[in-house]
């Protein structure tokens, strides 16, 4: 009776655990991007930090702008499992900015700044 109530325990825990495991992985990624360039933007690209390519593209789109001041929650769930990525941005002047090895398992707000620099606002 008691190896069998050791083992519920068990068995419990362990289904807690992938749930949370689950729960923390899905949209752990997501974050509140907010422009603090003074500039406005209207391209934003993403990147693993790893790669020499921008592959997720114009997560702004095609007509949207991004003002000074103004933030953009990215719902971001990449096919890769990345942590570090990179920004790229690019102003309506066609002038760009870059921001590099961001942990967006750690990260919930990023207000980027002018020539590559950023405040973090960790979950």
Do not use: C
């Amino acid at each position: 009776m008691r190896r069998l109530h050791v083992l519920k325990v068990f068995w419990l825990a362990v289904l807690m655990m992938v749930a949370a495991a689950g729960t923390a992985m899905a949209g752990s990624q997501d974050f509140n991007l907010v422009n603090g360039t003074g500039r406005a933007i209207t391209q934003i690209y993403l990147s693993p930090s790893h790669s020499s390519d921008w592959i997720y593209q114009d997560e702004l789109g095609p007509t949207d702008v991004l003002y000074p001041g103004q933030s953009l929650f990215l719902k971001f769930s990449p096919r890769d499992n990345v942590q570090y990525w990179d920004i790229k941005v690019i102003y309506e002047d066609s002038k760009e900015d870059y921001w590099y090895n961001l942990d967006l398992y750690r990260i919930f707000t990023i207000t980027i700044r002018p020539g590559g620099t950023v405040s973090i606002e960790s979950t």
